[in-house]
């Protein structure tokens, strides 16, 4: 395994503040060491645990000199993030990249000072009956109100996120647009994964090729329609737009849960798909992405 010194660098971008850290914006591992000769750039990736999907994902590879190179990252996730080790692979030669620490800040504005926090208090006992009612009777009445009182503090749940934290997104937290940003991400795939290349694809690319049009997909929602669409499930997002976004819900409400399923079938089935499929399905996200931009 190769041994890499790095260090973090923030480019500075128009209409950002410098050395800040926000979700989806681009930064820089400058590292330093011997590279292989061989290394396989177009099939670098991050040996990461499925928990640290979003914290780092690897956008672009190149090199200053022969024992330098700038390794392009973002972050879906904020927080204060730190890899003892992380490690970089080909598929062949892992290279060590040493230590790794970075913060992201949320691109959400933080609650100002004196502002009230919404409490949700607990329920009370409930007494006993005064009544000779059967135990039965009284085990079906919890239970109704049991589920009551989950529907209700789920319901509550959603409002206060999106109120405490989705109503105070920033409006911009790149100096690109969602639709911008997206088309970016998308060239970019196409210029390392073979799937665009036509022809014989990397049997590993298919799967890659879904997996990250579809984090495209939720990244564009979480900036265009200030939701968290990353953590949400699809029902979820459906749900916020029919609620907040009646007019775009309505035009393209259904050709974006046909999508969905689209994606879902391709990543439970993804030793089925092909070059072809994964091709139509990406059409089919760019054509639709294009069309709910157009719509205010």
């Not at 504005?109 to 006993?128: A, L, R, T, Y």
């Amino acid at each position: 395994m190769a041994a890499i010194q790095c260090k973090t660098e923030i480019p500075s971008v128009e209409g950002l503040n410098d050395n800040q850290l926000t979700v989806g914006r681009e930064f820089l591992l400058v590292c330093d060491g011997e590279f292989p000769k061989d290394l396989a750039q177009e099939k670098l990736h991050f040996n990461l645990k499925p928990e640290e999907k979003y914290q780092i994902h690897l956008l672009g590879f190149e090199f200053r000199t022969t024992t330098q190179a700038d390794v392009k990252v973002t972050a879906y996730k904020a927080g204060n993030f730190q890899y003892q080790d992380l490690q970089l692979s080909d598929g062949t030669t892992t290279l060590s990249l040493g230590p790794i620490q970075y913060q992201v800040e949320s691109v959400l504005e933080k609650p100002e000072p004196g502002q009230p926090q919404v409490k949700q208090e607990p329920f009370g006992p409930i007494g006993p009956a005064s009544l000779p009612v059967p135990m039965l009777y009284w085990a079906l009445l919890a239970g109704v109100i049991g589920l009551v009182i989950l529907m209700l503090a789920g319901k509550v749940y959603r409002v206060v996120q999106r109120r405490n934290m989705l109503a105070k997104l920033k409006e911009h937290d790149s100096a690109m647009s969602p639709l911008a940003q997206f088309h970016q991400n998308l060239r970019r795939l196409q210029r390392t994964n073979t799937v665009f290349f036509g022809g014989k694809a990397d049997p590993n690319h298919i799967p890659e090729a879904i997996t990250l049009t579809y984090d495209m997909l939720k990244l564009f929602l979480t900036r265009r329609y200030q939701m968290p669409a990353m953590e949400w499930s699809d029902r979820l997002i459906l749900k916020d737009l029919k609620k907040y976004h009646r007019a775009v819900y309505v035009e393209y409400g259904p050709d974006l849960k046909n999508l969905f399923k689209e994606y879902n079938r391709a990543i439970q089935d993804k030793e089925k798909l092909n070059e072809q499929d994964v091709l139509n399905i990406t059409t089919h996200c760019r054509l639709l992405v294009e069309k709910m931009e157009r719509l205010p």
